[in-house]
């Protein structure tokens, strides 16, 4: 069973930095795709970020454009999120996902949670104002 593990998350003031990391049992080239989804609560999940496996592209939700930046590093098997300046509405529980590869993945559907197969467990992000 392919297990993704996410820490880092906490309490920080507004215009603040976190990084989350999300450790990957197996070799993260193993998954098409690994993304970064949050819920707040009584809210819908939603994608924020994600990072294709084959050529390293990038896609960020508007609302973190320029604030968020997901990376990885492959020797480690994690997927970073480093988030900056941020603000009270980014305070939700931040999930990692990933795409396996036997499965098809279109990358303008990144953001579709249903595209993803295996998913961690979470970490809240909570920012007081």
């Known amino acids: 069973q392919v297990q993704l593990v996410e820490s880092g998350g906490g309490l920080v003031q507004s215009g603040g930095s976190l990084r989350l990391s999300c450790a990957a049992s197996t070799s993260t080239l193993d998954y098409v795709a690994i993304g970064w989804f949050r819920q707040a609560p009584g809210k819908e999940r939603e994608g924020v970020s994600c990072i294709s496996s084959s050529d390293g592209s990038t896609y960020y939700a508007d609302s973190v454009k320029g604030r968020f930046t997901i990376s990885r590093d492959n020797a480690k098997n994690t997927v970073y999120l480093q988030l900056n300046s941020l603000k009270p509405e980014d305070t939700a529980v931040y999930y990692c996902?990933?795409?396996?590869?036997?499965?098809?993945?279109?990358?303008?559907?990144?953001?579709?949670?249903?595209?993803?197969?295996?998913w961690g467990q979470g970490t809240q992000v909570t920012v007081s104002s």
């Open positions: 996902a990933a795409v396996g590869r036997e499965y098809g993945w279109v990358a303008t559907q990144w953001a579709d949670q249903y595209e993803y197969t295996n």
